[in-house]
Nanobody
Framework: QVKLVDSGGGLVQFGGSLRLSCAAS????????IGWFRQAPGKEREGVLC????????YYVDSVKGRFTISRDNAKKTVYLQMNTLKPEDTAVYYC?????????????????WGQGTQVIVSS
């Protein structure tokens, strides 16, 4: 059974950093794409970053390029979202997600399996 557990969120000041973790079980991490999504209050869920089964990275939000990176530790079965130079507009609940596919998709409807979400709040 596929299971994802998000963690690492919190309250951080403008310009600070956080590293989110997505612990995966029930499947082989290198065989599937893992996406990070976020949902701000009153807004739709949007794709942020994705790492494919081969380790390739795809960005879906231009504003995070140069600030956010995604990485994967296959031995620990964990995907990370490193977020630097955080801004108030990054405030959202962040979710990791996966599905039975190798390549990335930025559409949340394509992902059947989700973590519970972790809250990130960036104060100005």
């Amino acid at each position: 059974q596929v299971k994802l557990v998000d963690s690492g969120g919190g309250l951080v000041q403008f310009g600070g950093s956080l590293r989110l973790s997505c612990a995966a079980s029930g499947f082989t991490l290198s065989s599937a794409a893992i996406g990070w999504f976020r949902q701000a209050p009153g807004k739709e869920r949007e794709g942020v970053l994705c790492i494919s089964g081969s380790g390739g990275t795809t960005y879906y939000v231009d504003s995070v390029k140069g600030r956010f990176t995604i990485s994967r530790d296959n031995a620990k079965k964990t995907v990370y979202l490193q977020m630097n130079t955080l801004k108030p507009e990054d405030t959202a609940v962040y979710y990791c997600a996966t599905g039975p596919f190798y390549y990335c998709s930025g559409a949340s409807r394509d992902y059947p399996d989700w973590g519970q979400g972790t809250q990130v709040i960036v104060s100005s």
